[in-house]
Nanobody, 125 residues
């Protein structure tokens, strides 16, 4: 089993920045895992934000965050990051870290095997 724990979210002003982290643990995490970030706003479905493969050579983003958010990982620390810049009120959501037992990343929610508990990010206008 794999456990994922996200860092605490924050209340930030529009235009500001925030970095989320997600630490993975569990005896099976020595296997290869792709990682992703998703988010869910009130009354909306959970949506893809960003994903990165095991070797960090492939990372891609939802169009809504492209150019503003950056996903990265440190396999030695079992940690994935989401750097969020130029935040907008529409980025307000609960952000979830997810792990997929595969080398390559995916934007499909159902292809992820493990999920964190989520962390609230609120962007004020």
């Amino acid at each position: 089993q794999v456990q994922l724990v996200e860092s605490e979210g924050e209340l930030v002003q529009a235009g500001g920045s925030l970095r989320l982290s997600c630490v993975a643990s569990g005896r099976t995490f020595s296997s290869y895992y792709a990682m992703g970030w998703f988010r869910q706003a009130p009354g909306k479905e959970r949506e893809f934000v960003a994903a990165i493969g095991w070797l960090s050579s492939s990372a891609y983003y939802a169009d809504s965050v492209k150019g503003r958010f950056t996903i990265s990982r440190d396999n030695a620390k079992n940690t994935v990051y989401l750097q969020m810049n130029s935040l907008k009120p529409e980025d307000t959501a609960v952000y979830y870290c997810a792990a997929r037992r595969a080398l390559s990343s995916s934007s499909y929610l159902k292809e992820y095997d493990y999920w964190g508990q989520g962390t609230q990010v609120t962007v004020s206008s």
